[in-house]
């Protein structure tokens, strides 16, 4: 009943007029409430804020006399997080918008969400008319200090939690809102959500132990790893390296957890001296492995780990700061550099983001065994859903959300599965047009046989982190629908299939992706790549594959996914993704620097759609990649599923990877555009380089 309820309200809001207000951000959906039914997935916010304006106007509350005009809720917990865990969605919580990225503004009258392409759709459906949508990348969207700019009168004070805020982003936004102004931006120590939000009803912090990550799947001794970022210390002749991203902790120290969910780390901090390796935890969380493991107890030398309340950071901080002389810092909250004032503080991209982006050979092999696991686990996952789907059983998008879920837990019960990387994306119809949509019960609608399903999903394991995106079409596609998924397709095969100089701004491979796309007028607002832990966090810094990144350059052993898309809004989405690994072609060097060329061998193995792929525009390069990328399939996943006894996914995944004719009909003029594109572009970008 709930699903056809939301089908309603999606008729309706093409006949009921939006808003009759011209203001930014106000054009949304199922508004004003009381002229539209509201859909269940949206959370009603306006007693929150109005109770959070009390805080903003209260002096105990502030700290200050003056009250506050405006205050900034980032999505951020304390180590800058991507994904935070349940205890730290403040954001969520006063906007009542799930995505992971969003910044919140509310004045004492009105309340504004910045989001950004991945997540207009959902963001318009989840929050209450209390709020403007500010959907960032659209045409006259105003930046956040702008926009409080316009609405605040001088010498108002916009407050946030300096705590929750990187600094770099909090000096740009201080500089932006103080710049010929009279406002000013303030650090309120009191977290004003933290205020409002009932101690009953928010979830607790986590408790959860922590674990050793073993050698056999890191591949290197916690200690060698602090002798080499101690080496890169010495050379920036720095004499502390603080560390707050809890990715970064848990690769430097071999250790993991639970704290959030999906990503296996532990909320602490480390402190890292050229003698000393300091660690602030819940002490709860630690057990004899872990003290065994850090030789914790009477630790007296610099291949020992002390150990600290979690909360003795801040005092830490104020009293040893006044003996150090150089300290690093990267990603760090402006209340740490606050806490470190006038020290000499070295501003640098982290020294331990780009050791942990290169794979070691142990983890490399890791990776690669954990995406052959993954693969069979989709295979025999796909093969039970389309029999159980042609049998009549009826499936909505939480229902297959679940069993896909079930079978990493179940197909692969020998303590190497560690749960999902993210949560399950499974996005049917309009749906699928949202690239970060999460059925829940409130928002799932059955899936039948006349659109696209977008399944997003991964897992971790102890030896690597999967990420893969598959689109399915259960009846018979339309024409569109087989165009856009073969463009999307062409394009991560024209990306896959780079071969480059070692030189290549990462950014400018982007564009291979999105040709195909771009080629008749269409584009997606969302990245191509991101780089990928191996059993830690699905997004991992430094690596952001999109043309505007005009910085970073791949390496041998980076591993990031591929993950072009398509989205029709209120009709149909398609993505596809793949991990690929960065290794080197020997066989070419460039010729200026001698150095070999790069190139990418996808770790990823499961079948696509073939009925979504019209062989028509696929010339015979892209023919060929397929074939190629099918072989290693029934190879490498048909070996893993006979070992397994998986034999109804082995079947499925030989129906679904049989040869491509690669000299079948093909469409003149694609033949000729799409490989002038793919090789001019590649050309393009070697000159750009060289």
């Known amino acids: 009943m709930r699903a056809y309820k939301f089908l309603i309200l999606a008729f309706l809001s093409t006949w009921i007029p939006l808003t009759l207000s011209t203001e930014i951000g106000s054009d949304r959906r199922y508004c004003p409430e009381e002229a539209h039914i509201q859909p269940t997935i949206r959370t009603l916010t306006g007693n929150r804020l109005a109770e959070l304006r009390k805080h903003m106007r209260r002096e105990t509350s502030v700290g200050s006399a003056k009250p506050l005009d405006a205050y900034i809720i980032t999505s951020n917990d304390e180590h800058q997080s991507e994904t935070v865990s349940d205890h730290d969605k403040r954001r969520e919580y006063i906007t009542g918008f799930t995505g992971s990225r969003g910044v919140a503004v509310v004045t004492l009258n009105k309340a504004a969400l ?158 890292l001296t050229l003698e000393e390796v300091h660690f602030y935890v819940n002490p709860v969380k630690l057990t004899t492995e872990v003290r065994q493991h850090f030789k914790a107890d009477f630790c007296a030398s610099t291949e020992c780990v002390k150990i600290h309340q979690y909360e003795d950071i801040w005092a830490h901080l104020r009293t ?27 501003l640098k991209e982290s020294i331990i983001n780009n050791m942990k982006s290169i794979k070691n050979p142990t983890e490399i092999k890791g990776m690669e065994n954990a995406h052959i696991r993954d693969g069979a686990i989709m295979c025999d996952f796909l ?36 749960g999902t990387s993210f949560p399950t994306i499974v996005g049917f119809s309009y749906h699928g047009a949202s690239p970060h949509y999460e059925p829940k019960n409130s928002s799932s609608i059955p899936i039948t046989t006349d659109s696209t399903i977008v399944i997003d999903s991964g897992g971790q394991y102890l030896d690597g982190t999967t990420d893969v995106t598959r689109t399915l079409h259960m ?56 780089g990928i832990g191996s059993f830690l966090n699905v997004h991992e810094a430094p690596i952001n594959l999109f043309y505007g990144n005009k910085k970073l350059k791949f390496k041998e052993g980076y591993f990031l996914s591929n993950e072009p898309g398509f989205y029709k809004e209120g009709e149909f989405g398609i993505r596809l993704e793949n991990i690929m690994e960065t290794i080197a072609d020997k066989t070419k060097k460039n010729h200026q620097s001698g150095e070999p060329f790069l190139k990418f061998v996808d770790v990823t193995l499961v079948p696509y759609d073939t009925k979504l792929i019209d062989e028509a525009l696929l010339t015979v390069p892209y023919r060929r990649w397929l074939n190629t990328y099918n072989e290693r399939i029934r190879k490498l996943v048909g070996a893993e599923l006979k070992k397994e006894f998986r034999m109804k996914g082995f079947y499925w995944m030989m129906k679904h990877t049989k040869y491509i004719p690669e000299y079948g009909h093909i469409s003149g003029a694609e033949s000729i555009s799409h490989n002038y594109l793919l090789y001019s572009a590649i050309f393009v970008i070697s000159i750009l380089i060289l």
């Not at 805020?165 to 120590?189: C, H, M, Q």
């Open 114 to 271: 910045w989001v950004d392409g991945r997540y207009h759709i959902q963001a318009d459906n989840e929050i209450s008319c209390d709020w403007l949508l500010m959907r960032s990348g659209k045409e006259g969207v105003p930046e956040i200090a702008k926009w409080i700019k316009a609405q605040l009168p001088p010498n108002s004070r916009i407050g946030s939690d300096p705590k929750l805020a990187p600094n770099d982003y909090w000096e740009l936004l201080k500089f932006d809102l103080e710049s010929n102004s009279t406002l000013s931006l303030v650090g309120i120590r009191k977290n004003l959500i933290d205020l409002i939000w009932d101690k009953t009803l928010r979830p607790p912090k986590s408790t959860a132990k922590i674990y050793v990550w073993d050698i056999q799947y890191a591949g290197v001794p916690w200690q060698e790893k602090v002798v080499a970022v101690r080496k890169e210390m010495k050379e920036n002749d720095a004499d502390v390296y603080l560390v707050s991203a809890l990715d970064e902790i848990a690769w430097l120290l071999n250790i993991r957890g639970n704290d959030i969910p999906h990503s296996p780390v532990v909320e602490s901090y480390v402190i």
């Open 320 to 346: 040893y700061s006044q003996i150090w002389n150089k300290v690093i810092l990267d990603g760090a909250s402006q209340a740490i550099f606050q806490t470190l004032p006038g020290k000499r503080l070295l």
């Open 383 to 418: 093969a039970h859903f389309e029999q159980q789907f042609n049998n009549g059983e009826p499936y909505d998008e939480l229902k297959l959300a679940k069993e896909l879920d079930s079978f990493r837990y179940e197909l692969y019960d020998n303590n190497l599965f560690k």
């Open 475 to 530: 009846g018979e596609p339309t024409q569109e629908q087989k165009e856009m998924y073969t463009r999307v397709l062409m394009g991560q095969i024209q990306l896959s299939s780079l071969i480059f100089p070692a030189n290549m701004i990462m950014g400018n491979a982007d564009i291979l992706a999105r040709s195909p796309l771009w080629n008749v007028g269409l584009d997606y607002m969302h990245g191509t790549g991101h």
